[in-house]
């Protein structure tokens, strides 16, 4: 065994001799396994050992036993009290997050280049057998990859019985988690009922499903690369923080769906959300999805996609005179005085220009319902807001992101489209205020 894990050390680390690892330790069979066959191969290595305080003096237990196995092999030890005796919620979660967070500090802190966990082949089956009923797709068959950045796996090339009968073999000693042998989580279930009666009738099951692994590695490499290619052709980037997806185009393909799914779940969206939302197919326009910092709008045919921005400020007030430049939202505003005589009319949407002795204190706002205002070219008839955005097309996401130059209540400027026609340069004009708004995340 300690020449096949030396391959695979190899395989997975090909310059592991100038490189430093931690070994993460439970105290566990699987992990006092991995200590002691990365201690006979010679790595440069440290243990870490988190104590959550979930099994009263059990868990001190397991922490004892940690530190005298650090001092029989003669190797650093680190150790975390983390007491989640008291936590409410899925618990396991919480140790996974804070166990990996502290992984990650450790290696920034102490110079380790790699952690290494004790996963092996039944873990990943048990993990194929799991996500096949989460509705995961491809990623989710493919089983614990070996390598997953800074994290290494060495030992998936080896079963639990060959784990266990190296340990008989060697007489290595171990502690038994109690928690193990519970039914309660639902990965217990499968490890004690289901995989126990696959190996039973198909003793090549765990060879078989370690190949069929490979061949759904490789499968959704080249699902990703395809989809990506696809993606980079039909994607418009518009600005920084914002995408369009032209749905009647995915539609063209056999599984649409499939496309939508890649795109989105980078942006932490999940697979059920995304599968929820697809069901209510066809779309009325204005239907969202959100996260903590995306949203998803449909909107005639395509799908907005556009990255949340908090605005403590829905407006501000001030005057020009005093400001040359100020941010408002995603757009930076100018201001200049110039004379009558020095005006000239511009073509450029995002410059507009105002009669500056009619202005006041001014302000920037976004729209809200009922909205009006007296676009320029239009002889003094109001118009909604409403009706100005249907008219140019604008998405409810856009609605809500252009910003209102303001003169007390009045709305003189919706920024990029039209002016108002009460504050617009005329004969008797002697000053004129030149305003220019550009869009930062451009």
């Not at 003096?57 to 092999?73: E, H, Y």
């Not at 639902?186 to 490979?214: C, I, M, Q, W």
Request: contains cysteine; negative net charge.
């Amino acid at each position: 065994m300690i020449r096949e894990f030396h391959k695979q050390i190899v395989k997975i680390s090909p310059d592991w001799k100038h490189k430093r690892f931690l070994i993460a330790l439970s105290g566990g069979l699987d992990s006092v396994v991995l200590a002691t066959l990365a201690k006979q191969t010679g790595l440069n290595m440290a243990f870490c050992h988190v104590n959550y305080h979930l099994r009263a003096d059990a868990s001190d237990g397991d922490a004892d036993f940690v530190s005298d196995l650090a001092d029989q092999l003669e190797v650093p030890l680190f150790l975390l009290e983390n007491d989640l005796s008291d936590f409410q919620g899925n618990i396991q979660l919480e140790a996974r997050t804070s166990r990996y967070e502290w992984f990650y500090d450790l290696m920034e802190g102490r110079g380790f280049d790699y952690v290494m966990t004790a996963h092996h082949l039944n873990d990943s089956l048990e993990t194929l057998l799991f996500n096949l009923g989460r509705g995961t797709g491809i990623h989710g068959m493919t089983g614990i990859p070996e390598r997953n950045e800074r994290i290494l796996r060495p030992m998936l090339a080896f079963s639990r019985e060959d784990i266990s009968t190296f340990a008989k073999a060697n007489d290595i000693q171990h502690r038994e988690d109690e928690s193990n042998a519970s039914d309660k989580y639902a990965r217990n279930f499968l490890r004690h009922h289901v995989v126990p009666n696959l190996l039973e009738h198909n003793s090549e099951y765990l060879d078989g499903v370690s190949k069929t692994v490979r061949h759904l590695q490789g499968t959704a490499y080249f699902n990703q690369m395809a989809l990506d290619i696809i993606l980079e052709k039909a994607l418009n980037s518009e600005g920084a923080s914002r995408w369009r997806l032209d749905w009647a185009q995915m539609k063209a393909y056999l599984y649409p769906s499939h496309i939508l799914l890649h795109w989105l779940e980078a942006y932490g969206f999940s697979g059920k959300q995304i599968d929820d939302f697809l069901s209510k197919s066809p779309w009325q326009n204005g239907a969202r999805l959100l996260t903590k910092d995306y949203t998803l709008l449909y909107d005639r045919e395509h799908f907005i996609l556009t990255k949340q921005t908090e605005s403590k400020e829905h407006r501000i007030h001030f005057s020009p005179k005093y400001f040359q430049e100020l941010q408002f939202g995603d757009c930076q505003f100018s201001f200049s005085y110039i004379n009558v005589s020095e005006f000239e009319k511009s073509n450029d949407p995002n410059i507009a220009f105002f009669d500056a002795d009619k202005l006041g204190i001014m302000g920037i706002r976004f729209w809200k319902d009922g909205d009006s205002f007296l676009p320029f070219g239009m002889n003094g008839k109001a118009k909604t807001l409403k009706k100005l955005f249907t008219d140019a097309k604008y998405d409810i996401d856009q609605k809500h992101r252009v910003p209102l130059l303001v003169n007390g209540n009045d709305i003189i400027w919706v920024c990029g489209l039209r002016s108002d026609h009460a504050y617009a340069v005329g004969n008797d004009t002697k000053r004129v205020l030149r305003v220019r708004c550009k869009d930062i995340t451009i």
